[in-house]
């Protein structure tokens, strides 16, 4: 029950977070309330019994991609976004589309899906239990996108870094 | 155990640590204060109290009654909130940290801990990679140069030296093969301390460990002689004062987990009367911390400071590849001797 309470709790906090994100006007807002919904979700995978996963989620999203995200508002200096009155396509297409999608997703979930719903505190969380996943039963998926990943960090270090800088070898006063 | 019980002694445990937390914050800025004056030649606080013990009082009177700004320029919902934020996280972390082990009140037994998480460890490193904020955003939201430039310093720096720390415990949960705090302490026993077995990820750790808590020689983020105060420009009063606190608390967690990572805990010869036997690993656990304090005090006021392309070069150049390769070596070993 008192379970029961705290994940609603969660969920309430998650979602107005989510709205505040696309309300605020100024950036470092939406970013805080970014980290808002990313830390109630580790909350909730908290309560689900899934203790390594939450913990992964404040150290990787929360700790990690969020930082980085700050530190670019921070350096770019961005001001306040300035109000549209928004495009007519957006209000007659987007929102019933949004709508039915809605509702669409919520009718799948509810009648046509066999999948149970996780019951709170139910999920396997043990840490052990996800390095045996990992490490034994999904192993090459894992290690194909470690090597994805790093093909990634190359590409964006290739796409940041200037032609000419690249074409001259490195920087030597750096140094 | 009921659900009157467990919450009674749930509540017992969390003032008594917070209160131990924050006194030893406090005393440990006092410490700081008397090591550097003798480092100095000279003789620290002597005025207020004997050896000027009261100063921490008079201190945390004088930040309570001094002015309180919040300049115009500031962006004031987050001006207020960053130090608030800075302190909570900083806080927080010690309630993972277990400083003893099992004892027995009369009818009732518990673990001298808050809580014993199985992801221990991982959750003090996630809290304290939330810390970053505090100063990231005391540093752009008080609208000023040198604190814009302070806050960027120490979330480069928190970031980039937080990988390697990361990267440092693991030689140490290898051969654990626990994330829990306690399990990583009972594997310790014998004088198997993690320090002789993993010396290199030791140092790592350390050295990481001050770059993390942006003390002396990595204290760039409020480098005086360049950026006035850093990110705390601005800050006054008891604003000021959570920052202050903050970077004391994350000294004592810093302490406290390479006390149970690579220094046994609180283990320690035990022996005695009952009573005696329930104090003495808090008192290995407390002086070993101490050490660590100490050893940080040390520091700060013997090395100079580095220089910021020094530092980072230092962080991803040295310091990483050396964890990694800590990392891989002791995997080797395990898995050769298994």
């Known amino acids: 029950m008192f379970h029961l309470i705290l994940f609603l709790f969660f969920g309430?906090?998650?979602?107005?977070?989510?709205?505040?994100?696309?309300?605020?006007?100024?950036?470092?807002?939406?970013?805080?309330?970014?980290?808002?919904?990313?830390?109630?979700?580790?909350?909730?995978?908290?309560?689900?019994?899934?203790?390594?996963?939450?913990?992964?989620?404040?150290?990787?999203?929360?700790?990690?991609?969020?930082?980085?995200?700050?530190i670019t508002i921070m350096l770019l200096n961005a001001g306040k976004e300035e109000r549209t009155k928004g495009s007519r396509v957006a209000i007659l297409i987007g929102v019933p589309g949004v709508l039915i999608g809605g509702v669409l997703v919520a009718w799948t979930l509810l009648y046509r899906s066999n999948t149970q719903a996780v019951p709170i505190g139910a999920l396997k969380g043990d840490p052990h239990d996800i390095a045996r996943l990992l490490f034994h039963d999904f192993l090459l998926p894992f290690e194909v996108t470690s090597v994805l990943i790093l093909i990634?960090?190359?590409?964006?270090v290739v796409l940041a870094s200037r032609p000419e800088a690249v074409a001259r070898g490195p920087r030597k006063d750096a140094e | 155990m009921s659900i009157t019980t467990f919450v009674i002694i749930s509540i017992i445990k969390s003032v008594a640590v917070l209160g131990v937390l924050l006194t030893a914050v406090a005393y440990s800025v006092w410490l700081e204060r008397k090591v550097s004056?003798?480092?100095?030649?000279?003789?620290?606080?002597?005025?207020?109290?004997?050896?000027?013990?009261?100063?921490?009082?008079?201190?945390?009177?004088?930040?309570?009654?001094?002015?309180?700004?919040?300049?115009?320029?500031?962006?004031?919902p987050i001006f207020i909130a960053a130090p608030i934020i800075a302190l909570v996280f900083a806080i927080t972390s010690i309630s993972v940290?277990?400083?003893?082990?099992?004892?027995?009140?009369?009818?009732?037994?518990?673990?001298?801990?808050?809580?014993?998480?199985?992801?221990?460890?991982?959750?003090?490193?996630?809290?304290?990679?939330?810390?970053?904020?505090?100063?990231?955003?005391?540093?752009?939201?008080?609208?000023?140069?040198?604190?814009?430039?302070?806050?960027?310093?120490?979330?480069?720096?928190?970031?980039?030296?937080e990988v390697s720390l990361g990267l440092s415990l693991v030689g140490?949960?290898?051969?654990?093969?626990?994330?829990?705090?306690?399990?990583?302490?009972?594997?310790?026993?014998?004088?198997?301390?993690?320090?002789?077995?993993?010396p290199v990820a030791f140092f790592i750790y350390l050295i990481s460990a001050y770059a993390e808590t942006n003390r002396t020689p990595f204290d760039l983020p409020e480098a005086e002689s360049e950026l006035v105060a850093g990110y705390h420009t601005e800050y006054s009063a008891m604003k000021f004062a959570m920052f202050f606190m903050a970077e004391y608390a994350n000294m004592v967690t810093v302490a406290c987990l390479a006390t149970?990572?690579?220094?046994?805990?609180?283990?320690?010869?035990?022996?005695?009367?009952?009573?005696?036997?329930?104090?003495?690993?808090?008192?290995?656990?407390?002086?070993?911390?101490?050490f660590f304090m100490f050893l940080y005090i040390w520091v700060r006021w013997t090395l100079p400071r580095f220089r910021y392309d020094q530092l980072m070069a230092f962080g991803w150049k040295v310091l990483l590849p050396l964890a990694v390769a800590n990392i891989v070596v002791t995997a080797l070993i395990v898995a050769w001797r298994a």
């Open chain 2, 260 to 290: 149970l990572l690579f220094f046994g805990g609180w283990l320690g010869p035990v022996f005695g009367p009952p009573i005696l036997q329930m104090i003495l690993p808090v008192l290995w656990f407390c002086l070993k911390v101490f």
């Open chain 1, 12 to 70: 309430a906090i998650c979602v107005a977070g989510a709205v505040n994100l696309l309300v605020q006007s100024h950036p470092i807002n939406s970013a805080l309330s970014l980290i808002a919904v990313m830390a109630s979700l580790a909350a909730e995978y908290l309560l689900l019994g899934a203790e390594f996963v939450a913990a992964v989620q404040v150290i990787v999203y929360a700790g990690a991609i969020m930082v980085l995200f700050v």
């Open chain 2, 172 to 198: 140490v949960l290898i051969i654990t093969g626990s994330l829990s705090l306690r399990d990583i302490v009972d594997a310790q026993r014998h004088l198997h301390w993690n320090i002789f077995l993993q």
């Open chain 2, 37 to 76: 004056a003798h480092i100095q030649n000279r003789w620290g606080p002597t005025r207020v109290g004997p050896f000027g013990l009261l100063q921490p009082v008079a201190d945390g009177v004088k930040f309570i009654f001094k002015e309180d700004l919040t300049q115009p320029h500031v962006y004031k």
């Open chain 2, 97 to 161: 940290i277990p400083f003893g082990n099992w004892v027995d009140i009369g009818p009732w037994g518990t673990y001298l801990q808050i809580t014993d998480l199985n992801i221990g460890l991982l959750v003090v490193l996630g809290i304290t990679s939330m810390g970053v904020y505090g100063v990231a955003l005391a540093g752009w939201s008080s609208n000023n140069k040198y604190s814009l430039l302070g806050g960027l310093r120490a979330s480069a720096q928190m970031v980039s030296y």
């Open chain 1, 152 to 156: 990634a960090i190359m590409g964006a």
